[in-house]
């Protein structure tokens, strides 16, 4: 067996013990595509021979099959021939508008030059002129004839910040879709089930898009929206969502819980996994969860439904993982 | 004869008794500590390869890997009495499940033959 090493455009490249090849790409100034280095965002798809199976959890199987794998999460044993390092194709877009829809959150909307299928609730990876990339999640459904994020400015962020001073008319490169946390009507009886969609800040976002797809795709039972914030000027969208439980009648049901902050109306001081748990065990049926948002967060959501007795399987999990920073190459 | 793996229904069923036995575990707090902040997928992932071991089902399972991965929970304080709850669970899941005394016997001997591995001894 030959020492582990990526072959691309017949160069050999040793990786050191350990070192994905992603490092070990990086390392030799081959330039590639990568955001959270955790095998989440899949921004630095490559294709090569053979492909290293456990670099592939979670891609689409037509991906999978034409030897794409995720090079963060690549530890060949072996030799790998790289044939591209390209990534996912570019979708060109032009911003329609940039608004203030929460404390510190932009709503953007923009449209896709080129044909662009996607499911409300998945996320695309939005290029700086940098050339880093970030993952932003869709809220918009797709009878809407634009694309939605919701994007939080981080103090100090290099791509929300960004994204936050664009200006209607100016072009951005997407590229995606990516991610499976999405409505799917499913086996028969599915659309009757309860859903649970539980997230924090921005976490809303795909929420608020996987909430109406799954209306628009005939839904029929109960739908719990949790929403969580550290203090409550920091819940958004209320508005639209109290109208679409008006418009539901009943159907839809809103949690909101702020750690700080008046515990008035329908704002509530407690926990947010806590509520998940309540709302579980009030349930006649097994639910359905979709949770989104911070990762630490999104972890305790998950251990909470599932103590609850929700099913493994029936829990999808989309954590905001953050963009590690780059460490210092000498 | 076919293994109790098969038996149970292969590894559609085992979706199941993975989640009843991790559950078991996440609500016992003599060995819920050790799970505070793992990756949740990933250890079911780990809990079903496990659970298919010791029902004779088709998983690799080396005690080098074992010794690798519980390495900094005994650090941590991981013991005898911990690895006795998680038999007790692994045990009362499969009861749940209708599993006949004496199979579960075996599989509790089977997962008794990894403790050596787990502790690090
Ligand atoms: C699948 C996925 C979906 C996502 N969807 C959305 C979305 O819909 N809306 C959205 O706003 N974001 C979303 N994110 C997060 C987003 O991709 C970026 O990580 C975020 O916008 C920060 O990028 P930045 O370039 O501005 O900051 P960076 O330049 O990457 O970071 C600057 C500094 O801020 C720190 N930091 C980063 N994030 C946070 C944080 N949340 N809180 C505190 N400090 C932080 C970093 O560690 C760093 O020190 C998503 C992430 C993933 C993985
Ligand atoms: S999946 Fe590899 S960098 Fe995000």
Redesign the pocket.
């Known amino acids: 067996m030959t020492a582990p090493t990526v072959t691309i455009d017949g160069e050999n490249l040793p990786l050191l013990p350990g070192e994905s090849v992603l490092d070990c790409l990086l390392r030799h100034e081959r330039p590639v595509d990568h955001s ?1 280095r955790a095998g ?2 899949q921004a630095c798809l490559v294709q090569g021979t053979p492909a290293p199976p456990d670099a592939q959890a979670g891609l689409k199987p037509s991906l999978a099959e034409q030897g794409f794998f995720l090079a963060c999460q690549a530890y060949p044993k072996e030799r790998v021939t790289l044939s591209s390092v390209a990534g996912a194709a570019p979708i060109r877009c032009v911003l329609q508008s940039s608004e203030s829809i929460g404390e510190g959150i932009a709503r953007l909307r923009f449209v896709a030059r080129d044909s662009f299928a996607y499911r409300p609730g998945q ?1 695309v990876n939005v290029r700086h002129p940098d050339g880093a990339l ?4 869709l809220a918009s459904v797709t009878a809407e004839d634009f694309l939605e ?4 400015r ?1 103090p ?6 960004w994204l936050c001073t664009l200006q209607p008319g100016a072009e951005l490169e997407v590229r995606g879709p990516n ?1 499976t946390c999405y409505y799917l009507p499913g086996d028969d009886g599915d659309v009757d089930r309860p859903l649970i969609l539980a997230g924090t800040g ?1 976490g809303l ?2 929420l608020w898009g996987i909430l109406r797809d799954a209306l628009a795709q005939g839904h029929r039972g109960p739908i719990h929206l949790l929403q969580g914030a550290l203090r409550a000027d920091r819940l958004y969208l209320i508005d639209e969502l109290g109208e679409l439980c008006r418009a539901t009648e009943g159907q839809l049901r809103l949690h909101l819980c702020a750690l700080e902050g008046s515990d008035v109306g329908p704002i509530t001081n407690q926990p947010l996994d806590a509520c998940a748990h309540e709302v579980t065990k009030s349930l006649a049926a097994a639910p359905r969860a979709f949770l989104c948002g911070d990762p630490a967060i999104v972890s305790k959501l998950q251990r909470a439904l599932f103590i609850a007795g929700v099913a493994s399987v029936d829990i999808l999990a ?1 954590p ?4 590690p ?1 780059p460490v210092a190459t000498a | 004869m076919s293994s109790l793996f098969e038996r149970l229904g292969g590894a559609p069923a085992m979706q199941a008794a993975v989640d009843d036995f991790y559950r078991r575990i996440l609500t016992d707090d003599r060995v819920a500590k050790f799970f505070e902040g793992v990756d949740m997928d990933a250890q079911i992932a780990k809990q079903r390869s496990f659970l298919t071991f010791v029902t004779g089902g088709p998983a690799e399972y080396s005690g080098q890997d074992l010794r690798q991965a519980h390495k900094h929970l005994v650090d941590g304080g991981l013991a005898d009495e911990h690895v006795d709850a998680v038999v007790e669970h692994l045990t009362a899941t499969l009861e749940s499940l209708g599993v006949g005394q004496a199979e579960v016997q075996e599989v509790a001997a089977l997962a008794e033959s990894t403790r050596k591995d787990v502790l690090n001894r």
């Open positions: 959270c989440h965002c996320f970030r993952s932003y999640s994020i919701h994007v939080r981080i100090g962020g290099l791509v929300s910040n991610g921005t976002s795909p989309d905001f993982l953050p963009t920073t």
